[in-house]
């Protein structure tokens, strides 16, 4: 059984910043891609970021591209999100999410099996 557990939500100012982590537990994730994903209510649940622990290789939704930053502390099994210039629409419960896939960065939720309990990040403009 794996475990993430998501921290670092809070309220901030647009143009702000705040970093996410999620800390991993419960197995290894050698072969795992870790993700971020966002939900608000009455949309979909969307892609945000996504790593490969062995690798690093990441990749970023259009929206957070150059705003946000994917990364891994494979030592503590923790991911975190560091996201700047933050806009009101980037507003959302963030989820950290894993999936065991041997290749590629997939964007699809169906492709993640494990899932925090989420984090709430508001946007004040």
């Known amino acids: 059984q794996v475990q993430l557990v998501e921290s670092g939500g809070g309220l901030v100012q647009a143009g702000g910043s705040l970093r996410l982590s999620c800390v991993a537990s419960?197995?290894?994730?050698?072969?795992?891609?870790m993700g971020w994903f966002r939900h608000v209510p009455g949309k979909e649940r969307e892609f945000v970021a996504a790593i490969r622990w062995t690798s690093s290789s990441t990749k970023y939704a259009d929206s957070v591209k150059g705003r946000f930053i994917i990364s891994t502390d494979n030592a503590k099994n923790t991911v975190y999100l560091q996201m700047n210039y933050l806009k009101p629409e980037d507003t959302a419960v963030y989820y950290c999410?894993?999936?065991?896939?041997?290749?590629?960065?997939?964007?699809?939720?169906?492709?993640?099996?494990?899932w925090g309990q989420g984090t709430q990040v508001t946007v004040t403009s």
């Open positions: 999410t894993a999936a065991d896939v041997p290749y590629g960065l997939p964007t699809a939720q169906t492709r993640y099996i494990y």
């Open positions: 419960g197995r290894t994730f050698g072969r795992y891609v």
